[in-house]
């Protein structure tokens, strides 16, 4: 158990350098039930009840605490090109990378969007990553390959999946 809340702690310094978010996502990994009932309302609008397993809890947490500090984006899956250029725009801009409108083609779904992304963002090493939460919606996040990378590998070993958005 002390050594899968290493690795939750390990993702979660990949992910942010925000000392608050990883502090309470600290306390969620240490007791999820605790979290889950501070954090009711945010489980019941996913449709979550209290008899889910921790490590969903777990998951899920990393994902709302990163949302609220716009780290990440939630995309329903038919999200249309505007509001997915709208979104990811900031995230984009904190990377100091460059998002172009006629890149993207309007019909196009998210994860063929990514994969336009990546190959233009190829040269700083820069790509959409994606968090997978077992839903018909897209978290997703900049981030680099190599960091993605370290990602995938450490979610393994927990039982969860992130990857390239372009894959999902």
Known sequence: EQQNIAIYQEIIQLLTDDSEV????TSCFESPKAYFKQYADRY?????SEEVDEATIKWLAIVDELLAVNTVIELDWKTDKEEFLYQLEPLAAKHSLDLEENWLKEEADIPARCNILDEKWTGQDFCVACMDIDSDSYVLFICKRDILEKLVTLSHTINQRFGYAKNM
Request: hydrophobic residues 20%; neutral net charge.
């Open 44 to 48: 019941d609008e996913r449709g979550i």
């Open 22 to 25: 990883q502090s309470r996502l």
